[in-house]
């Protein structure tokens, strides 16, 4: 069974910066899309960049030139790079794969901008 597991997380001061990692199980991932979503309390979860199979990224308009997607398939990983944190950030982290239809989901893992 697929197995995704975040970590990273923590409290970090506005304009600081934070690095996640998904390390996937289970499979070999390489064809399909990986994602980062956040979820704040009273709000929909989001999502926040996309890393294509083929390595194309995107970004929703709030992070972009902020935050870096990358991945490595050889090591089944998925990371987010974040830089100049906000407030609004603040979030539980969630890493995603999709196959086909089917979503696979991480544990999550909360991320914290306060002064």
């Known amino acids: 069974q697929v197995h995704l597991v975040e970590s990273g997380g923590g409290l970090v001061r506005p304009g600081g910066s934070l690095r996640l990692s998904c390390a996937a199980s289970?499979?070999?991932?390489?064809?399909?899309?990986m994602a980062w979503y956040r979820q704040a309390p009273g709000n929909q979860r989001e999502l926040v960049a996309v890393?294509?199979?083929?390595?194309?990224?995107n970004y929703t308009r709030s992070v972009k030139g902020r935050f870096t997607i990358s991945r490595d398939t050889a090591k089944n990983t998925v990371d987010l790079q974040m830089n100049s944190l906000k407030p609004e950030d603040t979030a539980v982290y969630y890493c995603?794969?999709?196959?086909?239809?089917?979503?696979?989901w991480g544990q999550g893992t909360q991320v914290t901008v306060s002064s």
């Open positions: 995603n794969l999709r196959r086909y239809f089917a979503n696979f």
């Open positions: 289970g499979g070999n991932f390489s064809r399909y899309p």
């Open positions: 890393a294509t199979s083929d390595g194309n990224t």
